[in-house]
């Protein structure tokens, strides 16, 4: 009698992406439930809903609201329109898309870490990497809490990474177009990603896919106001919470005891000099990897031009902070716990002390005033010199290979 085949042991439950998908969105839902509050960001998002409802279809008409690619208006406009003729919480309804796209990617995260059966890991704690993610502390604040939606973006960009590394270029373009339309930054990774794709006409078809889509939307908006196109969309310099400048800022009003304010006016000649910084940098790590003296795998590429994209870049606000984080999870980056700590004190200060309202009704701060303060000095230095040292030490590493 020949013995039955010994069956494989299953996965745990509690592994699979389903599992981690679900969780993420919990404890993502959770905290949009204890922050439904119309401030912030989400109150710019439904002064833009009102604005298309009411006043235009073009939100670029609208000074200083609406500095994105146009697609997310209509995410902001349907939920204005639920709001009004169902009854729905707004800052509920837009948050909605924003923590089922991030719990979507923990699972995308949770699907690839483990890389391909009999293979390498991708990550060091690959088994446990969507979950890493699913309750990442920088995650659920920028996104449960605060609201915004690079998550959106940043589900389309691994996507379109995982995509590319399987052969599929065609759907990989589409779905870094998507990341594109939602959000510009995206296109960052562009430059890097055509090179890994074989062959100057493949990498013009790629290239063509990821961008006109997205001029085409941007087509009816440039003959109605081309003006206040440009104006909204190319003119925004981002906000010097955090990066390099918001660092100088915080230790300016620990020393001074006056917080300067965040507008872009006060800080133009540096956000310009930090935006030459930020090319050229960019510029020398695309040069690095097509001469192959850094070789960086796809993953990489797209985490280094990020990292370097936050050092050199000084005018960051808060949802910058989450960028790097789903490429650093997936690949098992040494400086995750560390950014993570970095991160989190320097967000939970900025809320309360610069964000009212955020985490907590603005009458009812979670932290006493001056204390937030400190923590917001404290950690946006700290995150900085943190991410500094991790693209410096990503670069030594694939020097090392070479």
């Known amino acids: 009698m020949t013995a039955a085949a010994r069956e494989p042991d299953r996965a745990p439950a509690w592994s699979s992406p389903a599992a981690v998908v679900l969780a993420a969105f919990a404890v993502r839902a959770a905290a949009a439930l204890l922050s439904d509050r119309v401030v912030a960001d ?17 939100p670029y008409l609208a000074a200083r609201l609406y500095p994105y690619p146009p697609f997310w208006i209509w995410v902001e406009a349907g939920a204005e329109w639920l709001a009004r003729h169902a009854g729905l919480p707004f800052a509920l309804t837009v948050k909605a898309p924003l923590a089922l796209a991030d719990a979507l990617l923990a699972g995308l995260i949770a699907t690839w870490a483990p890389g391909p059966p009999g293979g390498p890991a991708r990550a060091r704690w690959a088994p446990w990497a969507g ?5 990442h502390p920088v995650a659920l604040l920028v996104v449960g809490f605060h609201g915004q939606f690079d998550s959106v973006a940043l589900l389309a960009l691994l996507g379109a990474l995982r995509l590319l590394e399987r052969g599929r270029r065609d759907r990989s373009a589409l779905a870094l177009c998507a990341g594109i339309a939602l959000k510009s930054f995206p296109v960052l990774v562009l430059p890097f990603a055509l ?12 290239l063509v896919l990821a961008l006109a889509p997205v001029a085409l939307l941007l087509v009816p908006f440039a003959i109605a106001d081309r003006a206040a196109l440009a104006r909204e969309l190319f003119a925004y310099g981002g906000i010097p919470d955090f990066g390099w400048i918001g660092a100088l800022r915080a230790l300016d009003a620990s020393v001074t005891g006056h917080v300067t304010r965040a507008s872009a006016s006060q800080w133009a000649a540096l956000t310009t000099v930090s935006k030459a910084m930020a090319l050229a940098a960019m510029a020398v790590l695309w040069w690095a990897v097509a001469s192959t003296r850094l070789r960086w795998r796809l993953e990489a590429s797209a985490l280094g031009v990020l990292l370097a994209f936050e050092v050199f870049y000084g005018a960051l606000s808060a949802q910058y902070l989450l960028w790097p984080i789903p490429l650093a999870v997936l690949v098992g980056e040494r400086f995750v716990p560390l950014h993570a700590v970095a991160a989190t004190a320097a967000l ?9 309202g955020v985490l907590s009704p603005a009458d009812a701060p979670i932290l006493p005033v001056a204390a937030a303060q400190r923590l917001w000095t404290a950690g946006t230095v700290l995150l900085w010199l943190v991410t500094a040292a991790w693209l410096a030490d990503l670069v030594r590493r694939g020097r090392a290979r070479s």
């Open 42 to 58: 989400v109150l710019r998002y439904h002064k833009v809903a009102s604005h298309v409802l009411d006043v235009s279809w073009n």
């Open 131 to 135: 979950w890493v993610y699913a309750l």
């Open 195 to 206: 090179l890994f794709v074989p062959g100057p006409r493949a990498r013009v078809r790629y």
């Open 348 to 356: 939970a200060g900025f809320y309360v002390f610069l964000a009212p």
